[in-house]
């Protein structure tokens, strides 16, 4: 059960309205990188927990609960930059109406934002497209979304350090600062998360693991054209992570699989020619 | 540059051809978790590196490689799957035909199979759902690629594990013994591949940490309705993953943000009431 | 700033589980007609509001607040629709899995509740499409917005009172009972907020409506073959709502517009035929 | 069945050639609020409608055709905004080609309007994203039907009143007042309709209301952290618009709902541990 | 401008409602080998000739309003078919309503039939996928579209022949034979008005040919391992089907073209590893 | 099976580095004329194939293969114009970031490319829309294949040449040059390979023609207002291409069909009004 208060988490302002930075803002909103994915993401694993894993739940719950701010957040960040031009520039943007582009340029490109919302936050990503709950990851199995966890905080603050390289607006930047925090934190919890599991990997560590192909589970498979000799690098030879096993090399691939596709049914007139009668 | 040879990297036999399989198979194959997604990641983020990092370079360019191959053995599953039935099988399902229903039994609910590609595989999901390139993680930055490519393999091995239990045909168990083996061996070179990197985390390493917000970096915000003590948790106390701070725990989000939506420009008609004149 | 309880909104029992009830439910999760789609719908609304509107801002957000609550409670009963299938039944289906055919009805036809998602809510649509942005309506126009709203509320409703008649399981009927009245209140306090707003139609209302063309404005423009009388039906004759108008009817449509396709660049290369030197 | 003349509905010309605003006219065409959706949305309504609907069935597919007819106009007007450039000016443009952004000026940055198309009008919105046949709202219930179309006609006239204010070209200004015109005619008919259906509200009227919830259907229930007094505002007390009920207030959310999510199937790997032997 | 007649283009009869059957019409209406395709197909590109292809134009505008009346008899049989069960089966089938698979077996496993459009048409496809505009191909030069319909009408008629085997419902025999038959006159008629092209082959005829690389325009390039002696094939030797080469074969890609990403900008944070001060 | 070798399949070079072009460039590798989707397209189509056709197998293998060395050079050149920028411009365009607008233009417009991707190429197309794998065509028939084919390659030169003309790059001109004859050499293959079929139209022609509806097969159905004379175009007289007709002329639709949607089941409570008791 959720509950609202009229603040925002930490304080945003705008002191110099810029639309071109509103629209790549958009991308810590609604793309794959961004808030909207990871509360609903973390909400999802949540409510997948069963009543062992109560603390995981939680975890997940109360961080899922803390993005919904940040979505908040941003929106309002949006909606002062596409807003915030002085009155006389934006009468001055109207009167030269009939260059379009101007409108184009009031809304970073992103006509949208001007057409669709009068001026104010999407839920769409930094190229218009509206955000994908495609990339949403729940898997049920915790370790899995674990890893998930920490490669979208991974990826959202690599989003935000490139947010923050492409302002000087002190409200900008201390939000961006607070939000990037955020996401050092969130990334630390998620792998302190996975420290607290027994061996989750390989993942899902609980498939009974002498069921799988036990010549090919630590052995590179080289795809060069011609074999080439054992480079020595961390991954062909020595332990594995998951101390299961140890590294190999193989020059080439297993092969000589046999490539079949049986008759498809005549009904399917997967037939090119002319039917002889 | 690609080489192609007329043969599969790994035997794949159907026993007991089974059309309702076709489509669980389906979801390795252009699912969230399937071999198009991981083949297309591993390239576009190779292609990213620069001359420095040849070795994760060769190493994502290779695995790239060995997964397309896996999409041709699960493509080859699949149409066997759709197409062995026994002839008499088939046609009795269409002189039984005017029970369309019978038609989609073929197909295992995925009309499509029959309908656009003539019973043989299709870059669809399980759901039907055709596949979705915005899934594909290419930051530009390799700690954030390899967690994405951990989480990838580990969701990929889970899917892998679930079809192994849904099926006791002898080759398909063979098939994804295989592949449950090579999502091992991916999982562990991702890990060893972070391991190789000098500290990554925080995600990403290269961002002056100072820059970020120092009263929330390492803090669990509490999202309770009413603050709760401190509960003691690996993530509310103790050392941080990435070596860099200490646990503390808060029980109330910073809030008291004020919430801004400054005047939109009239001529968006945001105005929902009549104009007086 | 959002906060959250570890306690449902309303309680939910199943009684009898029944994975294809899940995924009928998934419709209002992750639908057109869901709640995911109501809560960030109004959320986006919100934000876009400036100061003077704050009641109706306060009015969506606690709306939106309350939205996100029943994506949880339905969350909730997916998941125990899908797993709660008695321990004998399971054994039973997972010994006889040489049919896969017995997977697929364990998750009523949409593979990935299990393949994807190991049992458990997704944020899917019933027919297995991931939710869907592009559905989202904010447009920043108050009156535009609210009728989007009771819109999203009578589909809404009209989904929820299709799945009462689908169960007899009696935890799910008080949850579908509790959740078709809160539809209803929704759709009450939408129209009311509109008759709160001072003649709000026709949308938006701050054009000034001379600037429109003042022939068509008030027209019906039959689009028939052949010119048909005037049927004198209530939207070809009378008051308009909006008070503003007399409908009146015209059997054809104004036509005549000239159609013009210019040349285009030659350096588009549109010119089908081989080009003379 | 239809037909089709080779006339456009109404005069369209452009006196001034603006790639840029042929984009911005291209949310008219593929957009959410654009023709596209309202021609197929009314079709498949009336679809929909059995005999004793006739009236409304008319009503929708005459719109529907009329909507087809706004397609071509625009798609008419995108084409000569993209084509209409002067000769010299496209000569200099392709002289210049050392710098691409000068085609991507040419479009107004929606490259595919001469990449994909050689200058012409697409099925895209101005964002360059694909028309969406997922925002089509064709329920059966003729009263949520004909809410869905006073929304959309409600953005569409918003649409069309903010594209009105980015130009001055005379031939843009008459197309847009007439276009905008017959949103006024169709929201208005729509409310008419909607008056001609006997007490629809809440949709589905039809519906045993005593069925519902009778403790929250007319409840404004309040979601904020602490609970606050009833605001007496015209959703929290008074009579409903549907006349069958009171407004009242709660200031807390029913809430104590039990959290529930039984144990998976073992099957499903979603145990994140090593199992034990 | 479109003109519209309440009866439809051909008779539609169902004599055997069958829900499943519904379910895999919706494929010709809104799957890629759909009519809604085609429809959009034809107009786009028709919208985009000018003046001296008038005769084109026509012949594909006259076409697209004839795709646009296959629309409806598909959305009539699709409805027919799902509402047409006996009274007394729908009576059991709710009767039994504690079996939620009872209703998806109403809707042929397409639940939204039921559940978002009250038992009628959908714009999605047999998958339960809206249908997808990113299909159409309307590419500003007339023998690539004209080739993009021969591609669409082959699909087209394949699905229809499908479907076709489907069914022995005498109404839908009669319905899809004359679908059929259309097909035959459309891809005749693209074939046709292709010959009437003077040479446009290789598309875009207009497009120099003397500035593509002659070295391999006419080359078959070999992609295997190892070089393979040539084959002997028709594509390998001979005369190209434009007239204008004489194919030939290599056994090896050209190859060695130099693989080079250089630095992106420190900004990005591209670099993987933490910063030394 | 497949293999890779470090080294372009042709050389790519960047003289003038220009983000704008990257943008275009983009539709190359993710749009719906590029090369992933004709990559994935002949790879599925070749699958299909059962041993009979083992030489086509081996044509669209061994071109799937060439296509995903086209993917490669596409990429290398736009991560080349992304980054190639002289370092004291990015410098300079960094210290000006109070102008986010300067980030914008070094993105060519696509912030995805600097904020997603850290300067490097993705998997979408120059609108910024991610690639859409409903494009991909693969019907189990070769001769409705081999279309689709003639088709991509078709879209897919017409492409290439627009790219050309926007760049005097001498690399892109070199790189773009040599991807046309490709496209020249594919275009005739797969025309040569149709020609290879006995009589492969009307497709699929394994379909016993005598099924179809005679009346209408090679008819032009003029659908205009009012009836019009037989133009005299090849396409309503004379042979038809596959030589199995004429093409004859009728100036009217054949009409008449009945109108009907049966009653929806009540339960689905699509009745708009008021339940009487």
């Known amino acids: 059960m959720f509950f609202h208060e009229p603040e925002l988490q930490f304080e945003v302002t705008v002191d110099e309205p810029d639309p071109h930075f509103a629209k790549l803002l958009q991308q810590a909103i609604g ?83 001007l057409l669709s919302a009068g001026q104010s936050a999407m839920p769409i990503d930094s190229n218009g497209v509206p955000f994908d709950a495609g990339t949403i990851v729940a898997s049920g199995n915790l370790a899995a979304d674990l890893y998930a966890n920490v490669m979208a905080e991974s990826t959202g603050r690599l989003l935000a350090t490139r947010l923050y390289e492409l302002t000087d607006d002190p409200g900008m930047e201390e939000m961006l600062s607070y939000l990037i925090a955020r996401d050092t934190m969130h990334q630390n919890q998620w792998l302190e998360a996975l420290e607290a599991l027994d061996d989750p990997v ?76």
């Open 31 to 113: 793309g794959a990188e961004g808030e909207i994915r990871v509360a609903m993401q973390y909400m999802f694993q949540a409510w997948a927990l069963p009543p062992e894993h109560e603390q995981f739940r939680n975890l997940l719950l109360e961080t899922a609960t803390e993005e919904l701010g940040h979505i908040e957040m941003l929106a309002s960040a949006v909606t002062e930059h596409l807003r915030g031009a002085p009155d006389d520039l934006l009468e001055e943007a109207y009167e030269a109406r009939e260059h379009a582009a101007m409108a184009a340029s009031m809304t970073g490109q992103t006509p949208r934002h």
């Open 202 to 277: 390989p993942v899902p560590a609980s498939f009974p693991q002498e069921e799988e192909n036990q010549d090919y589970n630590y052995t590179f498979i080289s795809t060069r054209r011609e074999p080439q000799p054992d480079p020595g690098l961390p991954w062909t030879e020595g332990d594995s992570p998951d101390s299961n096993g140890q590294f190999t090399y193989v020059p080439e691939q297993p092969g000589d699989g046999e490539v079949v596709a049986p008759e498809p049914a005549p009904q399917t007139y997967n037939d090119p020619d002319e039917r002889e009668e």
